[in-house]
């Protein structure tokens, strides 16, 4: 009985740690839009700028990219996804903010 009251608790935690991530992704979605992100990406189409679930799927893996996509939002770049460069996004979009996004977009 008491094997079966800890597995049911295990379960509803996991349960509640999966809601907490889809309100942090959706404050992360909406940090995103506010900053000006989602004027040239999207979450699963290309536009400008590559889907956001194609740089998850090209850096999945990598335990360095955090911190390159975090260069790459400050300061802009050009050449991994075309030649269309995108611009640097420090200091309008503070450096804690660029962290949530990107670690948003790593998790799709």
Do not use: F, R
């Amino acid at each position: 009985m008491k094997a079966l009251l800890m597995t049911v608790a295990a379960a509803g935690s996991l349960m509640l740690a999966g809601q907490a991530s889809a309100v942090d992704a959706k404050a992360a979605e909406a940090l995103a839009q506010k900053s000006g992100c989602l004027a040239c990406h999207t979450i699963a189409n290309k536009v400008v700028g590559p889907a956001y679930k194609d740089v998850a799927a090209k850096y999945k893996g990598d335990k360095t990219a955090e911190a390159k996509l975090i260069e790459k939002v400050k300061k802009g770049g050009s050449g991994v996804w075309g030649p269309i460069p995108m611009p640097p996004h420090s200091p309008q979009v503070k450096d804690a903010d660029i962290k949530t996004i990107v670690q948003w977009i790593l998790t799709l």
